[in-house]
């Protein structure tokens, strides 16, 4: 079996699917606001409406917490990898949820459905590189 990879490389994959999602998803933001898919006005349950400035930090952080996880579950060798894997679908279908839940416009809502897998997917495809073949 391969040596574990250090915390900073999964880190530093987490980053770069961060990267990744950041870009894409601000893209989506500001194409689904010219087209008028994303109501500017709407105020979430949070009492705040949803700008470029959230749409950025759940990008990023999400991500890096998926790496320091990974880091953590790495150590479970083969097994962590699957750990990571299963943790990930589970938690990007429970993120299906409070998208729709929040009262928003349709249009607004399927962007951000689409936000979300552009968080998961070049996330977990930088993150899983990292874990070492069995």
Request: glycine residues 8%.
């Amino acid at each position: 079996m391969s040596e574990t990879p250090k915390m900073s490389a999964f880190i530093r994959a987490a980053s770069i699917g961060g990267a990744w999602a950041l870009a894409i998803n601000l893209v989506l933001y500001y194409v689904a606001v010219a087209a008028g898919w994303w109501d500017t006005a709407f105020i979430t349950p949070m009492g705040a409406p949803i700008v470029a400035f959230n749409v950025a930090l759940f990008s990023i952080a999400p991500a890096l917490l998926a790496g320091v996880l990974a880091g953590f579950l790495a150590r479970n060798g083969r097994r962590g990898r699957n750990l990571f894997l299963g943790i990930a679908a589970v938690v990007f279908v429970l993120m299906i949820f409070p998208s729709a839940a929040i009262g928003a416009p349709t249009s607004m809502v399927w962007v951000l459905e689409i936000m979300h897998g552009a968080v998961a997917v070049p996330v977990v495809m930088s993150i899983d590189k990292v874990f070492p073949a069995a």
